[in-house]
């Protein structure tokens, strides 16, 4: 599962739902989602998040329940590290550099210095 897999806009609001939930039926899975799609498209989108190897199934009695394949993290971790490739040429330094730099968010000198640890730490393990 190293490979990297793009999502739609669809299939994130998909693996949202399924995340909230933690598993769910096609119809509350389509509760969920704004403007949501017919049921069959559902089911679509969810066999192509299955072949990309993000969403697992199982039957129960006459439907099938659906759950993310990975935990949150992993996933997120996965999708961080594309968006530091495309975006800041697989500089991580860059990508938080811009972070701290938007001034979209003010950390609050807690989150700062439980950055400053990780990056002690990281510096022990040989990062």
């Known amino acids: 599962m190293s490979k990297q897999v793009e999502l739609s806009r669809r299939e994130r609001q998909i693996m949202d739902a399924l995340y909230q939930r933690g598993e769910a039926t096609v119809v ?3 509760q969920d ?3 949501p799609p017919t049921t069959t498209a ?6 192509i998040l299955m072949e990309k190897d993000l969403v697992k199934r199982r039957k129960q009695s006459r439907e099938y329940i659906y759950r993310p394949a990975l935990s949150r993290r992993p ?3 996965r999708a961080l ?4 490739q495309t975006f800041f040429n697989g500089s ?8 701290l730099a938007s001034g979209d968010e003010q950390l609050t000198d807690e989150e700062l ?3 400053v640890q990780l990056i002690r730490t990281s510096r022990e393990k040989g990062n």
């Open 75 to 77: 996933m997120g971790i």
């Open 113 to 115: 210095t439980e950055i």
């Open 28 to 30: 509350q899975i389509q």
């Open 92 to 99: 991580f330094k860059q990508a938080l550099a811009a972070q």
């Open 42 to 47: 559902i089911r679509t989108m969810l066999r």
């Open 81 to 84: 590290k594309h968006v530091v």
């Open 33 to 35: 989602l704004p403007k």
